[in-house]
């Protein structure tokens, strides 16, 4: 499950987009993949993967499950660098 980060601010620059994290206190380089998945969460209810890939896939054009093997690398990066937090599935706790 994962949340968007609080503070976060996503804004065009050039061909691409810049993040920063609230949290890090940085600002990161996205391509509008990263950026997609980012517009898809929220800071207070969380979402699982195969919910973003659900919401995005229509728009995307493919499957669920082609967009889950695609952003399966995505959000370990997006968590380190700060701008999503991930929660334990429920359960798992």
Known sequence: MYLR??????RPLGEGWVA???????SHLL???????LDELDE????SAREVA??????AGMSVDELL???TDAWPTLVEVGLVREL????TA
């Open 54 to 59: 659900e919401r995005l896939s229509g728009e």
């Open 20 to 26: 920063y994290s609230g949290l890090s206190r940085e």
């Open 88 to 91: 334990p599935a429920a359960g």
């Open 31 to 37: 391509n509008d993949e990263s950026v997609a998945m």
């Open 44 to 47: 207070c209810e969380p979402r």
């Open 69 to 71: 093997a695609i952003m």
């Open 5 to 10: 980060a609080p503070g976060l601010r996503v």
